[in-house]
C-alpha cells in the first residue's frame, strides 16, 4: 500500500462525490459509486488525442488536447466542475492513472481559487484498492450470516430493514431470477464491484447478513473469495405460506412495474423470461403458464400464472438448493422470529472471541 492509501480509503468508506473526467465510454465501463462523469474530453476528442499521441507523440497531444478543448468549451466543462465543488466541496477528482487530464482540470480550477482533491494513480488506484476489499479472509468473513427462503418470502425486504446487511440484488440491479430484470440496465461489472467494495469497507458492525445468491446476479458476477465465504457461512431460512409469496410477487414484479411501463410492454417482458425457462418447464407446462400469464395480463388475475410458476419451477429448484445447505442452516421461521434470532445472533458478534 502507498502512504496514503488509508486516507483513499477513507474516501470509499464515506461515499464521497468523486468527480471523473475521464471520457463517457471509459467510465460507462467502470466507475466508483456516487461518482459523476464530467469529462475533460469526450469520447470523439479522446479518440482524436489517442490517435496523435500514437503517430506524433506526447507533445503534438497534448498540443490538440488544448487546441480542442479552449474557449467556450472549455468555459463549459470548467463550469461544470465548479458548480458540482460548489454543491459539494469535499468531491474529489480523478482521470485514469491521475495523470495528465486530471492534472490541467486541477490547474484550470486553481486559477479560480478552488482546489479539490486530486487522486494520485487515479481510479486505477482506487479500483485497485476495491478489488483489495473484495479479497475477504476468514477472519472478515467469520461473523457472515446468510438469508435464504423460496422465491416470494421477502427476502429482500427483510434484509433492507437490517442495519447489518448489504443488498447484493440492489447493488446489481437485478432479483436474481429469471423474471429478475430490472427495467433499467445492469451496472458494468467492475462497477458492481466497485460498489459491493465501498459497501464493504462501510460496513462497520459485528455481523454482515447476505441475500442467498448463485455466482451470477443478472449478468454481474460475484468475486470468487467473497462467493467462497458466502458458501461456507451459516444459513437462516425465511418461511412465507404459498399465499403470501404469491401476493408479494404480484405487489414487487406486477403492480409496482405497471407504475412504470404499460401491461403490453411488461407482458412482453415476461414471455421472453419464460422463453428462456420453457425447456426446464417442460412444453406442457410452458404452455400452461403462458395461457394463464395471457388470461392475467386480458382480467388482471395475475395469481394463477404466478402459482404455477412457483410449484412448477422456483420451488423445485428452491428444495433442491436447499438440500445442499442442510448442514448449515441454523434456524427456519417467519420474519418477525428470523429477526429475533439474528438479533441474539448480532450480539453475539460482539462479545470477544475466545482465543
Given at each position: 500500500?502507498?502512504?496514503?492509501?488509508?486516507?483513499?480509503?477513507?474516501?470509499?468508506?464515506?461515499?464521497?462525490?468523486g468527480?471523473?473526467?475521464?471520457?463517457?465510454?471509459?467510465?460507462?465501463?467502470?466507475?466508483?459509486?456516487?461518482?459523476?462523469?464530467?469529462?475533460?474530453?469526450?469520447?470523439d476528442?479522446r479518440?482524436?488525442?489517442g490517435?496523435?499521441?500514437?503517430?506524433?507523440?506526447d507533445?503534438?497531444?497534448?498540443?490538440?488536447?488544448?487546441?480542442?478543448?479552449?474557449?467556450?468549451?472549455?468555459?463549459?466543462?470548467i463550469?461544470a466542475?465548479?458548480d458540482?465543488?460548489?454543491?459539494?466541496?469535499?468531491?474529489?477528482?480523478?482521470?485514469?492513472?491521475?495523470?495528465?487530464?486530471?492534472?490541467?482540470?486541477?490547474?484550470?480550477?486553481?486559477e479560480?481559487?478552488?482546489?479539490?482533491?486530486?487522486i494520485?494513480?487515479?481510479?486505477?488506484?482506487?479500483?485497485?484498492?476495491?478489488l483489495d476489499?473484495?479479497?475477504?479472509?476468514?477472519?472478515?468473513?467469520?461473523?457472515?450470516?446468510?438469508?435464504?427462503?423460496?422465491?416470494?418470502?421477502?427476502?429482500?425486504?427483510?434484509?433492507?430493514?437490517?442495519?447489518?446487511s448489504?443488498?447484493?440484488?440492489?447493488?446489481?440491479?437485478?432479483?436474481?431470477?429469471?423474471?429478475?430484470?430490472?427495467?433499467?440496465?445492469?451496472?458494468?461489472?467492475?462497477?458492481?464491484?466497485?460498489a459491493?467494495?465501498?459497501?464493504?469497507?462501510?460496513?462497520n458492525?459485528?455481523?454482515?447478513?447476505?441475500?442467498d445468491?448463485s455466482?451470477?446476479?443478472?449478468?454481474?458476477?460475484?468475486?470468487?473469495?467473497?462467493?467462497?465465504?458466502?458458501?461456507?457461512?451459516?444459513?437462516?431460512i425465511?418461511?412465507?405460506?404459498?399465499?403470501?409469496?404469491?401476493?408479494?410477487?404480484?405487489?414487487?414484479?406486477?403492480?409496482?412495474?405497471?407504475?412504470?411501463?404499460n401491461?403490453?410492454?411488461?407482458?412482453?417482458?415476461f414471455?421472453?423470461?419464460?422463453?428462456?425457462?420453457?425447456?426446464?418447464?417442460?412444453?406442457?407446462?410452458h404452455?400452461?403458464?403462458?395461457?394463464?400469464?395471457?388470461?392475467?395480463?386480458?382480467?388482471?388475475?395475475?395469481?394463477?400464472w404466478i402459482?404455477r410458476?412457483?410449484?412448477?419451477?422456483?420451488?423445485?429448484?428452491?428444495?433442491?438448493?436447499?438440500?445442499?445447505?442442510?448442514?448449515?442452516?441454523?434456524?427456519?421461521?417467519?420474519a418477525a422470529?428470523?429477526?429475533?434470532?439474528?438479533?441474539?445472533?448480532?450480539?453475539?458478534?460482539?462479545?470477544?472471541?475466545?482465543t
Amino acid at each position: 500500500m502507498r502512504p496514503d492509501d488509508d486516507h483513499c480509503l477513507a474516501l470509499l468508506r464515506s461515499g464521497a462525490i468523486g468527480i471523473d473526467v475521464r471520457s463517457p465510454v471509459e467510465f460507462d465501463s467502470g466507475h466508483l459509486p456516487r461518482a459523476i462523469n464530467l469529462p475533460i474530453l469526450n469520447n470523439d476528442e479522446r479518440a482524436a488525442v489517442g490517435t496523435t499521441y500514437q503517430q506524433d507523440g506526447d507533445e503534438a497531444a497534448t498540443a490538440l488536447g488544448h487546441q480542442l478543448i479552449s474557449g467556450d468549451v472549455k468555459a463549459e466543462r470548467i463550469a461544470a466542475w465548479t458548480d458540482l465543488l460548489k454543491d459539494q466541496p469535499k468531491a474529489y477528482l480523478y482521470c485514469w492513472r491521475g495523470g495528465a487530464r486530471s492534472s490541467i482540470a486541477c490547474k484550470w480550477l486553481g486559477e479560480l481559487g478552488l482546489s479539490p482533491m486530486r487522486i494520485e494513480g487515479g481510479y486505477k488506484r482506487l479500483r485497485n484498492l476495491c478489488l483489495d476489499a473484495l479479497e475477504v479472509t476468514p477472519e472478515k468473513t467469520r461473523h457472515w450470516w446468510i438469508v435464504g427462503g423460496r422465491t416470494g418470502s421477502g427476502k429482500t425486504r427483510f434484509l433492507v430493514d437490517l442495519d447489518y446487511s448489504i443488498d447484493l440484488e440492489g447493488l446489481a440491479n437485478h432479483r436474481g431470477s429469471a423474471f429478475g430484470a430490472a427495467l433499467t440496465p445492469q451496472p458494468a461489472v467492475p462497477s458492481f464491484e466497485n460498489a459491493l467494495a465501498c459497501s464493504l469497507l462501510a460496513h462497520n458492525a459485528p455481523l454482515l447478513v447476505l441475500e442467498d445468491e448463485s455466482r451470477t446476479i443478472g449478468r454481474v458476477g460475484l468475486p470468487e473469495s467473497f462467493f467462497r465465504a458466502m458458501q461456507q457461512a451459516p444459513v437462516v431460512i425465511l418461511e412465507a405460506e404459498l399465499s403470501e409469496r404469491i401476493d408479494a410477487i404480484r405487489a414487487e414484479y406486477i403492480d409496482a412495474a405497471l407504475q412504470l411501463m404499460n401491461p403490453d410492454a411488461l407482458h412482453a417482458r415476461f414471455r421472453s423470461a419464460l422463453a428462456r425457462i420453457q425447456r426446464r418447464l417442460g412444453g406442457q407446462r410452458h404452455r400452461d403458464i403462458l395461457a394463464a400469464m395471457m388470461h392475467g395480463f386480458e382480467h388482471g388475475e395475475h395469481e394463477g400464472w404466478i402459482e404455477r410458476l412457483l410449484t412448477w419451477y422456483y420451488d423445485p429448484m428452491y428444495d433442491y438448493q436447499l438440500e445442499k445447505k442442510q448442514a448449515r442452516i441454523r434456524f427456519s421461521g417467519p420474519a418477525a422470529d428470523t429477526r429475533s434470532f439474528l438479533e441474539q445472533a448480532f450480539l453475539d458478534a460482539q462479545r470477544p472471541f475466545p482465543t
